[in-house]
C-alpha cells in the first residue's frame, strides 16, 4: 500500500508492507542520516515494527545513544523521534504517519475514538515531542472522511522536573509521591468518551500509565500508544 502526506507544502510518499510476519513502513526519497561508511546503504526509511503486545501500544523500539550509538543512528525511528524532540518537519510527519498505519492495521478501533490527546509538554508554549505528532495526526485524520477524531487538550501539567534525568524506578517514585503531577481540567467532561493518548518514546511507562488512570477516573475510555519503547 501507498500513501501521500502534505509536509509543510510537500508530499511525504510512504509505504506499508507485510514480508515474513514483519511489518514495516518505509519512505522512499528521503535524505538517508549514516553514521559512517558501515552504515546501510539504502535509499529507502524504514520503521521496523515490533509491536510488543502491552497496555500500551508501542510502534517500534528506541535506541538511546547511551545503549548504542551505532543503533541509534542506524536506526530511522530513533533518529526521528530525537529530531522531533526539536522543531517539527518530515520527521514529524513520518512518525505521524507510521503511527496511523500502525493503527489501522492492528488497532482500527484506536482511530476510532472521540479525541486524540498528546501527553502535555514540558513547556506548555511548546510544540514539540508528542504534541507535535498528535497535530499531524489530527490533520491527517480531518482529511480522511472514515475518522472523526478530534484534538483535546484536558490534562494540565502540575510539576518541573525533567523526566529524562530520571531512571525509571525515580520516575515510578515520583508519582507515587505526587498524585497531582498531571490532572484534568476542570471544565472538561470526558464521561463516556474514548480517548487515544499519545506520547513518543515509552520508558519506564510511568507517565503513560498515570494519566491513563487520571482520564480513566474522569470517566473516560482510554487506549494509549506511543511512536516506541525504549529497548
Known amino acids: ?15 506499508t508492507s507485510w514480508k515474513q ?48 550509538p551505532r543503533k541509534h543512528y542506524d536506526d530511522q525511528l530513533s533518529c526521528d523521534i530525537i529530531s522531533n524532540k526539536g522543531k517539527h518537519g518530515a520527521h514529524t510527519a513520518r512518525l505521524a504517519t507510521g503511527m496511523f498505519f500502525f493503527m489501522k492495521f492492528l488497532y482500527p478501533k484506536f482511530l476510532l475514538s472521540d479525541y486524540i490527546v498528546p501527553i502535555p509538554a514540558q513547556n506548555s508554549n511548546t510544540v514539540t515531542g508528542p504534541i507535535s505528532i498528535v497535530n499531524y495526526l489530527t490533520e491527517y485524520v480531518k482529511n480522511n472522511s472514515t475518522y472523526k477524531i478530534s484534538f483535546l487538550s484536558p490534562l ?46 515509552l520508558t519506564s511507562g510511568s507517565t503513560m500509565r498515570f494519566c491513563k488512570n487520571k482520564l480513566e477516573k474522569a470517566g473516560a475510555i482510554v487506549n494509549a500508544i506511543t511512536a516506541a519503547v525504549t529497548a
Not at 500500500?1 to 509505504?15: K, P, T, V, Y
Not at 501539567?157 to 498524585?179: D, G, I, L, T, V
Open 1 to 15: 500500500m501507498s500513501i501521500l502526506i502534505n509536509d509543510s507544502g510537500r508530499l511525504l510518499e510512504c509505504q
Open 21 to 68: 510476519g514483519i511489518y514495516s513502513i518505509s519512505f522512499p526519497n528521503q535524505k538517508i542520516r549514516k553514521l559512517d561508511e558501515n552504515s546501510p546503504d539504502t535509499k529507502t526509511m524504514v520503521y521496523p515494527i515490533c509491536n510488543p503486545d502491552n497496555e500500551i501500544k508501542s510502534m517500534g523500539v528506541y535506541f538511546p545513544t547511551t545503549v548504542s
Open 156 to 201: 494540565e501539567k502540575r510539576f518541573s522536573q525533567k523526566m529524562k534525568f530520571m531512571h525509571r524506578q525515580a520516575r515510578r517514585e515520583f508519582y507515587e509521591k505526587n498524585p497531582d503531577a498531571f490532572t484534568v481540567k476542570n471544565n472538561v467532561v470526558l464521561k463516556g468518551k474514548t480517548i487515544l493518548l499519545v506520547d513518543d518514546v
